[in-house]
Protein backbone atom coordinates (compact mmCIF):
# COMPACT_ATOMS: atom_id res chain seq x y z
CA UNK A 1 0.00 0.00 0.00
CA UNK A 2 1.14 3.44 -0.62
CA UNK A 3 5.11 4.30 -1.08
CA UNK A 4 5.73 -0.01 -0.60
CA UNK A 5 3.52 -0.75 -3.86
CA UNK A 6 7.50 0.66 -5.06
CA UNK A 7 8.70 -2.65 -3.81
CA UNK A 8 6.94 -4.91 -6.17
CA UNK A 9 9.55 -5.15 -8.76
CA UNK A 10 11.40 -6.60 -5.78
CA UNK A 11 9.11 -9.66 -5.59
CA UNK A 12 8.75 -10.66 -9.26
CA UNK A 13 12.36 -12.17 -9.58
CA UNK A 14 11.78 -14.60 -6.53
CA UNK A 15 11.12 -18.13 -6.28
CA UNK A 16 7.01 -19.06 -6.33
CA UNK A 17 4.95 -21.84 -4.96
CA UNK A 18 1.83 -23.00 -6.41
CA UNK A 19 -0.63 -25.42 -5.60
CA UNK A 20 -2.78 -27.05 -9.04
CA UNK A 21 -4.24 -29.58 -10.79
CA UNK A 22 -3.04 -31.04 -13.71
CA UNK A 23 -5.36 -33.53 -16.25
CA UNK A 24 -4.70 -36.04 -17.80
CA UNK A 25 -4.71 -37.41 -21.24
CA UNK A 26 -5.03 -34.23 -23.14
CA UNK A 27 -2.58 -31.81 -24.43
CA UNK A 28 -4.27 -27.93 -25.17
CA UNK A 29 -2.22 -24.78 -26.89
CA UNK A 30 -2.13 -22.72 -24.36
CA UNK A 31 -1.07 -24.99 -22.23
CA UNK A 32 -4.06 -24.68 -19.65
CA UNK A 33 -8.14 -25.52 -20.02
CA UNK A 34 -8.67 -22.49 -22.08
CA UNK A 35 -6.57 -23.40 -25.36
CA UNK A 36 -7.80 -25.78 -28.17
CA UNK A 37 -6.81 -29.36 -27.36
CA UNK A 38 -4.19 -30.87 -30.15
CA UNK A 39 -3.39 -33.76 -28.62
CA UNK A 40 -5.40 -36.84 -26.84
CA UNK A 41 -4.74 -40.17 -25.19
CA UNK A 42 -6.36 -42.97 -23.03
CA UNK A 43 -2.90 -44.64 -22.00
CA UNK A 44 -3.62 -44.15 -18.18
CA UNK A 45 -0.21 -44.04 -16.54
CA UNK A 46 0.10 -45.83 -13.38
CA UNK A 47 1.49 -44.34 -10.31
CA UNK A 48 4.63 -45.48 -10.32
CA UNK A 49 5.36 -43.61 -13.78
CA UNK A 50 3.51 -40.66 -12.28
CA UNK A 51 5.73 -40.10 -9.76
CA UNK A 52 9.16 -40.71 -11.91
CA UNK A 53 7.67 -38.14 -14.38
CA UNK A 54 7.22 -35.92 -11.78
CA UNK A 55 10.65 -36.46 -10.24
CA UNK A 56 12.27 -35.83 -13.12
CA UNK A 57 11.07 -32.31 -13.55
CA UNK A 58 13.00 -31.48 -10.37
CA UNK A 59 15.96 -29.33 -10.72
CA UNK A 60 17.66 -26.85 -13.61
CA UNK A 61 16.15 -27.56 -16.65
CA UNK A 62 15.62 -25.38 -20.02
CA UNK A 63 11.96 -24.99 -20.35
CA UNK A 64 10.55 -24.15 -23.36
CA UNK A 65 7.55 -21.20 -22.76
CA UNK A 66 4.06 -21.69 -23.98
CA UNK A 67 3.34 -20.26 -27.08
CA UNK A 68 -0.07 -18.84 -26.21
CA UNK A 69 2.06 -16.58 -23.57
CA UNK A 70 2.94 -13.13 -23.05
CA UNK A 71 6.96 -13.71 -24.09
CA UNK A 72 7.87 -11.56 -26.99
CA UNK A 73 9.18 -12.00 -30.64
CA UNK A 74 10.44 -9.14 -31.87
CA UNK A 75 9.02 -6.41 -29.19
CA UNK A 76 5.43 -8.51 -30.04
CA UNK A 77 3.56 -10.55 -27.46
CA UNK A 78 3.97 -14.53 -28.82
CA UNK A 79 0.22 -15.08 -28.06
CA UNK A 80 -0.60 -12.38 -30.60
CA UNK A 81 1.35 -13.56 -33.42
CA UNK A 82 -0.35 -17.40 -32.42
CA UNK A 83 -4.15 -15.31 -32.62
CA UNK A 84 -2.78 -13.72 -36.31
CA UNK A 85 -2.24 -17.20 -37.81
CA UNK A 86 1.41 -17.12 -37.30
CA UNK A 87 3.35 -19.97 -36.52
CA UNK A 88 5.75 -19.09 -33.13
CA UNK A 89 8.71 -21.00 -31.92
CA UNK A 90 10.23 -19.65 -28.81
CA UNK A 91 13.42 -20.35 -27.75
CA UNK A 92 14.00 -21.91 -24.27
CA UNK A 93 14.85 -20.54 -21.43
CA UNK A 94 16.80 -21.75 -18.25
CA UNK A 95 14.63 -22.25 -15.04
CA UNK A 96 14.44 -23.96 -11.12
CA UNK A 97 11.87 -26.24 -10.22
CA UNK A 98 12.98 -26.49 -6.59
CA UNK A 99 10.21 -29.30 -5.72
CA UNK A 100 7.43 -31.00 -7.33
CA UNK A 101 5.42 -32.86 -5.37
CA UNK A 102 2.30 -35.17 -6.16
CA UNK A 103 -0.17 -34.36 -3.78
CA UNK A 104 -2.93 -36.44 -5.16
CA UNK A 105 -4.91 -38.41 -7.88
CA UNK A 106 -8.67 -38.66 -8.78
CA UNK A 107 -8.69 -40.37 -12.01
CA UNK A 108 -7.06 -38.10 -14.90
CA UNK A 109 -6.93 -35.54 -12.62
CA UNK A 110 -3.48 -35.01 -10.47
CA UNK A 111 -3.18 -32.47 -7.64
CA UNK A 112 0.56 -30.75 -7.10
CA UNK A 113 2.40 -28.70 -4.88
CA UNK A 114 6.00 -26.77 -6.89
CA UNK A 115 8.18 -24.29 -5.50
CA UNK A 116 9.96 -22.73 -9.26
CA UNK A 117 12.07 -20.27 -9.88
CA UNK A 118 10.71 -16.60 -11.45
CA UNK A 119 10.22 -16.85 -15.16
CA UNK A 120 8.50 -20.80 -14.71
CA UNK A 121 5.47 -21.83 -16.84
CA UNK A 122 4.06 -24.36 -14.73
CA UNK A 123 1.76 -24.32 -17.69
CA UNK A 124 4.94 -25.65 -19.23
CA UNK A 125 5.52 -28.25 -16.43
CA UNK A 126 1.98 -29.67 -17.01
CA UNK A 127 2.94 -30.21 -20.65
CA UNK A 128 5.74 -31.51 -19.94
CA UNK A 129 4.90 -34.00 -17.52
CA UNK A 130 2.12 -35.22 -20.19
CA UNK A 131 4.80 -35.91 -22.98
CA UNK A 132 6.90 -37.72 -20.61
CA UNK A 133 4.01 -39.56 -19.86
CA UNK A 134 3.08 -40.07 -23.52
CA UNK A 135 -0.53 -38.94 -22.70
CA UNK A 136 -0.71 -35.62 -22.92
CA UNK A 137 -1.51 -32.95 -20.13
CA UNK A 138 -2.98 -29.41 -19.32
CA UNK A 139 -3.01 -27.60 -16.29
CA UNK A 140 -6.72 -27.22 -15.28
CA UNK A 141 -6.43 -25.34 -11.84
CA UNK A 142 -3.91 -23.47 -10.25
CA UNK A 143 -2.98 -20.98 -7.21
CA UNK A 144 -0.19 -19.24 -6.04
CA UNK A 145 0.71 -19.51 -2.49
CA UNK A 146 3.96 -18.17 -1.65
CA UNK A 147 6.21 -15.28 -3.51
CA UNK A 148 9.61 -14.82 -1.43
CA UNK A 149 9.28 -14.98 1.70
CA UNK A 150 5.19 -13.79 1.64
CA UNK A 151 2.82 -16.48 2.17
CA UNK A 152 -0.88 -16.63 1.27
CA UNK A 153 -1.48 -18.15 4.91
CA UNK A 154 -0.40 -14.48 5.83
CA UNK A 155 -3.10 -12.68 3.82
CA UNK A 156 -6.08 -10.37 5.03
CA UNK A 157 -9.60 -9.89 2.52
CA UNK A 158 -9.74 -6.29 1.58
CA UNK A 159 -12.28 -5.54 4.40
CA UNK A 160 -9.42 -6.76 7.09
CA UNK A 161 -7.26 -4.10 5.76
CA UNK A 162 -6.60 -1.27 9.32
CA UNK A 163 -2.94 0.28 9.91
CA UNK A 164 -2.49 -2.67 12.39
CA UNK A 165 -2.96 -5.49 10.17
CA UNK A 166 -0.60 -4.42 7.27
CA UNK A 167 2.69 -5.61 7.45
CA UNK A 168 5.62 -3.34 7.50
CA UNK A 169 7.42 -3.12 4.20
CA UNK A 170 10.29 -4.47 5.42
CA UNK A 171 8.76 -7.77 5.47
CA UNK A 172 8.45 -7.47 1.59
CA UNK A 173 11.98 -7.25 0.84
CA UNK A 174 13.33 -10.44 3.46
CA UNK A 175 14.97 -12.00 1.16
CA UNK A 176 16.95 -9.00 0.55
CA UNK A 177 21.00 -8.21 2.13
CA UNK A 178 19.71 -5.66 5.56
CA UNK A 179 22.28 -2.56 5.90
CA UNK A 180 21.94 -0.32 8.62
CA UNK A 181 22.60 3.16 8.34
CA UNK A 182 23.09 5.66 10.79
CA UNK A 183 20.31 9.04 11.17
CA UNK A 184 23.25 11.46 9.12
CA UNK A 185 23.28 8.83 6.66
CA UNK A 186 19.54 8.08 6.86
CA UNK A 187 18.91 11.81 5.84
CA UNK A 188 21.10 12.42 3.31
CA UNK A 189 19.56 8.76 1.75
CA UNK A 190 15.89 9.98 2.28
CA UNK A 191 16.94 13.23 -0.18
CA UNK A 192 18.42 11.09 -2.97
CA UNK A 193 21.87 11.55 -1.62
CA UNK A 194 24.80 8.79 -2.41
CA UNK A 195 26.70 7.87 1.07
CA UNK A 196 30.23 6.21 1.03
CA UNK A 197 30.44 2.57 2.21
CA UNK A 198 32.98 -0.74 2.50
CA UNK A 199 30.28 -2.73 1.73
CA UNK A 200 31.03 -5.01 -1.41
CA UNK A 201 28.80 -4.36 -4.46
CA UNK A 202 25.96 -6.91 -5.19
CA UNK A 203 22.20 -7.47 -5.26
CA UNK A 204 20.16 -4.76 -3.59
CA UNK A 205 19.99 -4.09 -0.39
CA UNK A 206 17.11 -2.84 2.10
CA UNK A 207 18.50 0.35 4.00
CA UNK A 208 17.36 0.43 7.25
CA UNK A 209 17.63 3.32 10.11
CA UNK A 210 16.67 1.50 13.03
CA UNK A 211 13.70 -0.64 12.68
CA UNK A 212 12.47 1.60 9.45
CA UNK A 213 12.93 0.49 6.28
CA UNK A 214 14.20 3.91 4.35
CA UNK A 215 14.78 2.93 0.87
CA UNK A 216 16.31 -0.13 -1.49
CA UNK A 217 19.62 0.90 -2.73
CA UNK A 218 22.22 -0.12 -4.51
CA UNK A 219 26.46 -0.54 -3.92
CA UNK A 220 28.51 1.10 -6.45
CA UNK A 221 32.27 1.73 -6.02
CA UNK A 222 32.58 2.49 -2.88
CA UNK A 223 28.93 4.41 -2.20
CA UNK A 224 25.39 3.42 -1.26
CA UNK A 225 23.23 4.64 -3.71
CA UNK A 226 19.75 4.60 -3.17
CA UNK A 227 17.38 3.70 -5.57
CA UNK A 228 13.69 3.60 -4.06
CA UNK A 229 12.99 5.90 -1.41
CA UNK A 230 10.32 4.72 0.83
CA UNK A 231 10.74 7.95 3.36
CA UNK A 232 11.02 11.23 2.80
Not at 133 to 148: F, P
Not at 149 to 176: N, Q
Request: with cysteine; hydrophobic share 40%; proline share 7%.
Amino acid sequence: MGRATRLARFLTGTDKTYAGTIRLGAETDSGDGTGAVVTTSDLNPGDEALAAAAAALVGAHEQVPPTLSARKVDGVPAYRRVRRGETVELPSRPVTVHAFEVTGRTGPDVDFVTTVSSGTYVRALARDLGRALGCGAHLRALRRLRVGTLSVDEAIVPDGVTPAAVRPPGDAIAHLRRVAVSDPEGIALRHGRRVPTDLAPGAPVGIFAGDELIAVGAVEDGVLQPRVVLVG
